[in-house]
């Protein structure tokens, strides 16, 4: 059974930081391209940031370039998202997908960030 877990969601201010962390379990996560997707209300669901499954190539919204950053560790089964200089516009569920090499997708349940004063 694929289980993605996000964590590390909360209220923040603006100008803060947050990292969240998405943990994997029943996949072979070495072979899965990892990436971030949030939603804002009334908002369709967009993607943050990719990461290949080696992580030797990352891919950004332009909305984040320079401000979030995208990583992973193929021993704990783990891919993170480093979040600075938050803005409010940053608010939203922030969901962990994973895409295996034969187009099985998953996706966690979602971790909510609030950018506020």
């Known amino acids: 059974q694929v289980q993605l877990v996000e964590s590390g969601g909360g209220l923040v201010q603006p100008a803060g930081s947050l990292r969240l962390s998405c943990a994997a379990s029943g996949v072979t996560f070495s072979t899965n391209i990892m990436s971030w997707y949030r939603q804002a209300p009334g908002k369709e669901r967009e993607p943050v940031a990719t990461i290949t499954d080696d992580g030797g190539v990352t891919n950004y919204a332009d909305s984040v370039k320079g401000r979030f950053t995208i990583s992973r560790d193929n021993v704990k089964n783990t891919v993170y998202l480093q979040m600075n200089s938050l803005k409010s516009d940053d608010t939203a569920v922030y969901y962990c997908?994973?895409?295996?090499?034969?187009?099985?997708?998953?996706w966690g349940q979602g971790t909510q960030v609030t950018v506020s004063s």
């Open positions: 997908h994973a895409r295996s090499l034969w187009g099985n997708i998953f």
